[in-house]
């Protein structure tokens, strides 16, 4: 999809005859490749069907603190319906951009939900004791906001340069605009928007190290705690993997978008395979985990409210201590229904 990032005379010189006589005429077409329709059908009804669970999962379980992988599941869908659109009318900038746009800009959200889920399971499962920053390299209370601000931040500067190139490339109606007209006024733009790829990479790749981090040292804590319940264990999981798709398409997208015509690995723009392999097989993935894994199915109802109210969370955890400590061999297991959690609990 990525061809807004125009191509060198080179490039130009391996296109088919039929696309470079399309290039003379004035019509450009966004994409170097060709868009295989079948795939942009299959991307159009798989990701939709994925969105639709999570958004059912959401409601059923009344986990309203996972409202970002709502909204990300959201311009995932209309991202992909646009990209169908667009590959059956390769010359029509609107849904081209539209598509551009969601698909770029939606994991931003995804990795926000991935934050607020781990900030849950952080004061669901960790003993009083460690607490600390010395303990788990984040500020327990600041978990949530200290990633969400940072990716946001990163979210506008990529909404930012994003919009230089698709105004750039959406205003430019001259009959005769080329390639290398088009790819100098998108400059500006395409650095703004690798600057905040970089940033979002930086902050998927400390915040994957952090939950890796915690999910290996919880495991010290299965006989002194809440750390064996098999229910946020799960939820882990999912956060990890998740957590690691979602850096590998940043590394991909920062990888695959060059600061100029001469440099990049080119061959990332080149072909379409590439997107699906690294882009939209890694978010399909993410939002499988998420489905299979919802943290609405794990967490108790305290902790799925808009706002975790962490003095009731600890006073909970220390009332109900005695009771899960059994032996170190031997721990109950609990499910979010011995909590108020789990389906069809009133809240």
């Known amino acids: 999809m990525d061809a807004l ?6 490039q130009y010189a391996e296109f088919p005859k039929r696309e470079a006589a399309k290039y003379t005429k ?10 295989n329709i079948p795939a942009a059908i299959v991307g159009a009804i798989v990701i939709p069907l994925l969105s639709a669970v999570l958004i059912y999962q959401y409601f059923r379980y009344r986990s309203w603190f996972f409202w970002a992988a709502v ?5 995932e869908t209309i991202g992909f319906i646009s990209r169908l659109v667009s590959a ?3 010359h029509n900038d609107l849904p081209f951009l539209i598509a551009f746009l969601m698909i770029l800009l939606a994991p931003s959200f995804l990795a926000a939900a991935c ?3 781990f900030s849950r399971v952080v004061w669901f499962s960790c003993p009083a004791h460690a607490l600390s920053f010395k303990a788990l390299w984040c500020f327990p209370r600041w978990i949530t906001p200290t990633f969400v601000i940072f990716d946001l931040f990163s979210f506008v500067i990529q909404l ?10 959406d205003h430019d109606d001259s009959p005769l605009r080329s390639i290398e007209e088009s790819e100098k006024k998108m400059v500006a733009g395409r650095v703004i928007l690798v600057l905040g790829l970089i940033l979002q990479l930086s902050c998927y790749l400390t915040f994957a190290i952090i939950a890796l981090r915690y999910f290996v040292i919880s495991l010290h804590w299965r006989a002194n705690d809440l750390g064996d319940w098999k229910m946020w264990r799960r ?8 957590a690691g798709l979602i850096t590998l398409r940043a590394i991909y997208r920062t990888m695959e978008i060059p600061l100029d015509k001469g440099s990049g690995l080119r061959y990332l723009q080149q072909h379409e395979w590439c997107f699906w392999c690294f882009d939209a097989l890694p978010i399909a993935a993410v939002l499988v985990v998420m489905a299979v894994w919802h943290p609405g199915r794990y967490l ?3 902790y799925t409210s808009w706002v975790l109210d962490k003095r009731k969370a600890v006073q909970e955890k220390d009332e109900l201590r005695p009771a899960s400590v059994v032996s170190d061999v031997e721990l109950r297991e609990f499910t979010p229904r011995d909590f108020g959690g789990g389906v069809g609990v009133r809240v």
């Open 235 to 242: 939820l882990s999981w999912m956060i990890n993997i998740a």
């Open 160 to 169: 930012v340069g994003a919009s230089q190139i698709s105004n750039s490339y």
């Open 115 to 117: 934050y607020t889920a």
């Open 71 to 75: 909204i990300g599941v959201l311009m």
């Open 88 to 90: 059956k009318d390769e």
């Open 26 to 35: 004035g019509l450009i077409n966004p994409y170097i490749y060709d868009p």
């Open 5 to 10: 990032f125009a191509i060198s005379n080179s």
């Open 300 to 302: 108790p109802r305290t």
